[in-house]
Antibody
Framework: EVQLEESGGGLVKPGESLRLSCVVSGFTFRNAWMSWVRQAPGKGPEWVGYMRSKTDGGTTDYAAPVKGRFTISRDDSKNTLYLQMNSLRTEDTAVYHC??????????WGQGTMVTVSS | EIVLTQSPGTLSLSPGERATLSCRASQSVGSNYLAWYQQKPGQPPRLLIYGASSRATGIPDRFSGSGSGTDFTLTISRLEPEDFAVYYCQQYGSSPLYSFGQGTKLQIK
């Protein structure tokens, strides 16, 4: 059974940092291009960024609102994807999902972890 | 930056009726990398259609996608009670690399 399970969310103050994790099982993680997608309360999904597989270079790309503040990494030995979030802002409040797929679409999603940024 | 605009914002129909949802892109979507998702409260989005017209695994054939370039459509031929949800379109390849529309809420009339 395919599973993606995020953790690490919580309540933080503006300017603080948080690291999210996504542990996957049921497919070959090391070959997957993995993404983070967030969804603010009552809003549509918003792509955060992705990381290619190590065999495809392991490079990353980010959405403009998080570029320079967020960093995606992966540990293929642990089947785990990470999202390091620094200098958090109130507008980063959202449910954060890890996701993957093919043909430019996401067919596998985790349930998400809630991040709340508030003073 | 590519912007996806979905219409209508809300669609009120009855079970058994046909639903037509629209997604218009501000510039051409390359290689028709256009997907459609269904989302219910408390759940992540569920992929319905990819490549503008290919159904994802396990998706009933009452769901179909069409279109190319800047205009895309999701059609649900005969609405079932479980189809009432929010639907999003999503493109891949243009800046930003992935982007989503703002959604269409399909509600029971």
């Amino acid at each position: 059974e395919v599973q993606l399970e995020e953790s690490g969310g919580g309540l933080v103050k503006p300017g603080e940092s948080l690291r999210l994790s996504c542990v996957v099982s049921g497919f070959t993680f090391r070959n997957a291009w993995m993404s983070w997608v967030r969804q603010a309360p009552g809003k549509g999904p918003e792509w955060v960024g992705y990381m290619r597989s190590k065999t495809d270079g392991g490079t990353t790309d980010y959405a403009a609102p998080v570029k320079g503040r967020f960093t995606i990494s992966r540990d293929d030995s642990k089947n785990t994807l990470y999202l390091q979030m620094n200098s958090l802002r109130t507008e980063d409040t959202a449910v954060y999902h890890c996701a993957t797929g093919n043909y430019g679409a996401y067919d596998l999603w985790g349930q998400g972890t809630m991040v709340t940024v508030s003073s | 930056e590519i912007v996806l605009t979905q219409s209508p914002g809300t669609l009120s129909l009855s079970p058994g009726e046909r639903a037509t949802l629209s997604c218009r892109a501000s510039q051409s979507v390359g290689s028709n990398y256009l997907a459609w998702y269904q989302q219910k409260p408390g759940q992540p989005p569920r992929l319905l259609i990819y490549g503008a017209s290919s159904r994802a695994t396990g998706i009933p054939d009452r769901f179909s996608g069409s279109g190319s370039g800047t205009d895309f459509t999701l059609t649900i031929s005969r609405l079932e009670p479980e189809d009432f949800a929010v639907y999003y379109c999503q493109q891949y390849g243009s800046s930003p690399l992935y982007s989503f529309g703002q959604g269409t809420k399909l509600q029971i009339k």
